[in-house]
């Protein structure tokens, strides 16, 4: 392809595709209803990357993400970009009067679940695929009902700022998982790399005393530094479990095979998801 072709988490307006504005220099975009709609592009080659979200500093892990990547296709993370998110309620131009419903995806939703519960306690509140959709739905259902969604949802809806800045915590940023089936350059614009990490996938032959701990001193002992460890259910039965390790550095083929190695003769399989550099931006404020 001669022209980076990138899916997102849509339709325009979404936080996914305000990071794929931030992130890339060029190339054609496009916006997917769902993440496994937008992951599946990939695997069928229809698109080369996708962006995804894949953890919020609120609401954790989006696990539709993390279990899709590990169940449901064979792509590599190939760099993740960490976003401020700002979250703010959005009407219909021509509305006045109560707020009888709210509409936004279930992660914007529970980051202002206490604004809502303060400012709105009787608005019906009812989930969309995303804060962008959101948006959508209330510039086509007029004046009454409200969005959770950011100012380029706004701005792509014409829709209007009820409040602003209305998440309960304000460091609220999410991360963000550029993923591709054939690794390849990505053309993106000139942000510093924070640093490089490389993600694994561990998963213990059993439940037995002790286990985790051994997994853990493979990498302790080399030095090498864990900034996330996260238990996820492998679906095959309960009390089964893989773990998620993200390592701060990038792959290499000393370390790395050293603890794949290690952690073979204690019965754990290590399947590498991506080593990859990691980007930080900000985000404008809204123009109300």
């Known amino acids: 392809m001669t022209e980076q072709r990138i899916g997102y988490l849509g339709p325009k307006g979404t936080f996914t595709k305000m990071a794929v504005d931030a992130l890339f220099e060029g190339g054609e975009f496009v916006g997917y209803e769902n993440i496994p709609a937008c992951l599946d592009a990939v695997e069928a080659g229809e698109i080369s990357t996708a962006v995804v979200p894949i953890e919020n500093a609120i609401e954790g892990s989006v696990h539709l993400t993390v279990d899709y990547l590990v169940h449901h296709v064979n792509q590599s ?72 969604a950011n100012h380029l949802a706004a701005e792509q809806n014409g829709l209007r700022f009820m409040d602003t800045d209305i998440h309960d915590y304000d460091n609220n940023h999410t991360r963000f998982a550029v993923v591709q089936k054939v690794p390849t350059t990505l053309k993106v614009k000139d942000h510093p790399v924070t640093k490089h990490k490389t993600t694994v996938m561990v ?27 996260e238990s996820r259910p492998l679906k095959t039965g309960l009390g089964n479990y893989f773990f998620l390790i993200d390592v701060d550095q990038p792959y290499d083929h000393v370390l790395f095979p050293g603890v794949q190695a290690e952690l073979e003769a204690l019965g754990c399989q290590l399947k590498v998801l991506g080593t990859y550099p990691s980007y930080q931006v900000d985000v404008p404020s809204p123009v109300k």
């Not at 002790?210 to 530094?225: E, I, P, S, T």
Request: include cysteine; hydrophobic fraction near 40%; proline fraction near 5%.
């Open 203 to 229: 998963t213990l032959p059993k439940d037995y005393v002790g286990a985790l701990h051994q997994v853990l001193a493979a990498f302790a002992w080399r030095k090498m530094n864990l900034s996330k460890i």
């Open 77 to 148: 993370i190939i760099a993740e970009l960490t976003v401020p998110i700002k979250q703010h309620l959005l009407v219909h131009p021509d509305h006045e009067g109560e707020i009888k419903k709210v509409y936004s995806h279930s992660h914007a939703i529970a980051q202002c679940h206490q604004y809502l519960h303060t400012q709105y306690p009787n608005a019906e509140v009812e989930n969309t695929a995303s804060t962008g959709k959101a948006a959508e739905v209330v510039a086509s259902e007029g004046p009454g009902v409200a969005a959770i």
